[in-house]
């Protein structure tokens, strides 16, 4: 069961379509000039070669009646540590995670470390961190994930020689 049950957190936006897959959730772009100069795709913050930093919205799960959405970074920069990604909460709080955990947990329930991130439904991923504080909880639309997995991809990617 989902900790937090509700409407997804970002409505989709003109030019995206998301579709249900026996994988998961993917994300269709309408409009390639995003990704070629044009503004860059919503959600993005800074994208320097390599790196990459988006902003998405999760839902902070609690034992209370009552969950808050907030923003959060997503960062990656396979110059610092490859392979890794950071989330960042408000008040300064990071989670590091192996980008690989993020993804096999689109699909199916993973774990690594202090950190577990499975599938909520058709277009939720949780991740729960676990610390000596304690443990918290986020909910994320899985589409805004996944957008931010294939731009860590893309920034990676070796260009093509002829």
């Known amino acids: 069961?989902?900790?937090?049950?509700?409407?997804?957190?970002?409505?989709?936006?003109?030019?995206?379509a998301y579709a249900d897959t026996d994988g998961g959730v993917e994300?269709?772009?309408s409009g390639e000039?995003?990704?070629?100069?044009?503004g860059g795709p919503a959600g993005a913050t800074a994208a320097t070669v390599g790196r990459v930093e988006e902003r998405a919205r999760a839902l902070i799960v609690t034992e209370?009646?009552?969950?808050?959405?907030?923003?959060?970074?997503?960062r990656y920069d396979?110059?610092?540590?490859?392979?890794?990604?950071?989330?960042g909460f408000p008040g300064g709080a990071e989670w590091v995670l192996p980008r690989a955990l993020l993804e096999d947990g689109?699909?199916?329930?993973?774990?690594s470390g202090e950190v577990d991130v499975w599938p909520c439904g058709r277009v939720q991923t949780v991740?729960?961190?676990?610390?000596?504080?304690?443990?918290?909880?986020?909910?994320?639309d899985s589409a805004a994930l996944l957008r931010?997995?294939?731009?860590?991809?893309a920034a990676t990617a070796s260009p093509m020689t002829r």
Do not use: K, N
């Not at 069961?1 to 995206?16: K, Y």
């Not at 610092?80 to 950071?86: A, K, W």
């Not at 931010?148 to 991809?153: E, G, K, M, P």
């Open 27 to 29: 994300l269709y772009e």
């Open 106 to 111: 689109l699909r199916a329930p993973a774990h």
């Open 127 to 140: 991740v729960e961190h676990h610390s000596t504080d304690g443990t918290e909880i986020a909910q994320f």
């Open 148 to 153: 931010f997995l294939r731009r860590t991809y």
């Open 33 to 38: 000039d995003e990704e070629a100069g044009g």
């Open 64 to 74: 209370g009646p009552l969950s808050r959405p907030v923003p959060v970074a997503l």
């Open 78 to 87: 396979p110059d610092d540590e490859p392979g890794v990604v950071l989330l």
């Open 1 to 16: 069961m989902c900790p937090g049950d509700g409407a997804p957190l970002d409505e989709p936006r003109a030019g995206r």
